[in-house]
Each structure stands twice: as structure tokens, then as C-alpha cells.
């Protein structure tokens, strides 16, 4: 009887010191999934803020306006003859300082009802193929009317384009802030170009 009940304790014990090896396993398991994710968690968060605090607010006055925009934007050339002050997405702008995702401020002066001279500008829109007048109607910006106008346009290299052009009336001169992207990167930038586009002064 002895020896039989020392061989059941002895099956016993070996029963629970295995069972306790598993559950040790399983609990070192556990924290470590835990504390292994933990750190991957807060490395992304100190990589995202790293990744905002590297991106600063610049500013550049010319013409009588006054441009803020972020870091990862830069000052770029433009084409046209009335711009004051363009700037582009620094990712997008090319060996000739032009940029695919780019605001532009141009100044005209007119005569006569302001409507009226915006309204001509996009007359031939109408007629022309390359372009497509997605919509157009009166906007308030920080308190101030601004015509607005949103259309597609079409180059030669066969890039699309969509355009929002925002008119401002100052006396006998006519503002107006254009943010310009392909088609395919027009959305993803749009708020970023929205609030360049509202912290635009005219001085």
C-alpha cells in the first residue's frame, strides 16, 4: 500500500507540475502579446508626432497678399502672367519648379460689375472640350463673398485636372486664389489646399 500510494502521489504531483508549467507558459504568453504590442503602439504614436511637430507654418507676403502655408508646401512658377504668389505641394513639383498639386494667386484689374467679369472669364468653358464647369455660385470665406467655380480641365499630355478658383473683390481689382490638382489627388489634398486657401490676406 506504501509503495502504491507513493506511485499515485508521484503521478499526481508530475500531473500538476505540468499543468503548472502550461499555465505559466500560457501567462508569460499573454504579457508578452500584451507588452510587445503596447510598445508597437506607442512607437507609432511618437512616430506621428515627430511626423506633425516636423511640419511648420511658413508665410510669404508679395503684391499686397499674404500667404500661410505649411512646410511640406513650397514656393513654385507658374505659366500665367497675373500670378502674384504660387505655391505647390513640395512632393509634386517638378525639375522646372512647377508644381502637379499648386495654389496660385493672380490679380486683374477690371471695370464694371465684378459678376459680370468673372462670369466672361468662364464663358468659353462652355465651348471647349478640354474644360468642364462642375459648378460655380457665390461662397462665404471668414466672413467675406468669394465667387466660386469648380471645373475639370484637360491637357495635352492627357492629364485631367480639377480646379477650385475662389474670386475676391478688392476696389477695381480682382482676386482670385486657384487650387489646381490631377483629378486622382484632388480630394485627398482638398483640405489641406482649404485652409491655405482661407488664411490667404490681402493687405
Known amino acids: 500500500m506504501i509503495v502504491f500510494d507513493n506511485f499515485i502521489n508521484g503521478e499526481f504531483m ?3 507540475t505540468a499543468i503548472g508549467v502550461v499555465i505559466l ?4 504568453g499573454v504579457f508578452g502579446y500584451i507588452i510587445v504590442n503596447d510598445v508597437q503602439f506607442n512607437h507609432n504614436n511618437s512616430g506621428n508626432t515627430n511626423t506633425n511637430e516636423s511640419v511648420k507654418m511658413l508665410s510669404m507676403s508679395k503684391g499686397g497678399v499674404t500667404v500661410y ?8 512658377q507658374t505659366t500665367s502672367n497675373n500670378s502674384i504668389i504660387a505655391i505647390s505641394k513640395q512632393s509634386g513639383v517638378d525639375n522646372r519648379e512647377i508644381g ?3 495654389i496660385n494667386v493672380e490679380k486683374k484689374e477690371f471695370s464694371g460689375d465684378f459678376n459680370t467679369f468673372v462670369n466672361k472669364s468662364y464663358t468659353n468653358i462652355h465651348a471647349d472640350k478640354a474644360f468642364n464647369l462642375v459648378s460655380s455660385g457665390e ?14 480641365s484637360s491637357s495635352n499630355n ?7 478658383a475662389l474670386w475676391f473683390e478688392k476696389g477695381n481689382q480682382a482676386y482670385v ?6 483629378v486622382d489627388k484632388y480630394e485627398a489634398n482638398l483640405p489641406a489646399a482649404d485652409y491655405i486657401m482661407s488664411h490667404i490676406k490681402f493687405n
Do not use: F, R
Open 14 to 16: 508530475n500531473k500538476l
Open 25 to 28: 507558459l500560457i501567462v508569460i
Open 69 to 76: 502655408y505649411p512646410s511640406n508646401w513650397v514656393l513654385s
Open 100 to 102: 502637379q498639386i499648386n
Open 139 to 152: 461662397v462665404a470665406i471668414n466672413d467675406e463673398k468669394a465667387l466660386q467655380y469648380i471645373y475639370t
Open 158 to 164: 492627357g492629364v485631367v485636372k480639377q480646379h477650385k
Open 177 to 182: 486664389i486657384m487650387y489646381s490638382a490631377p
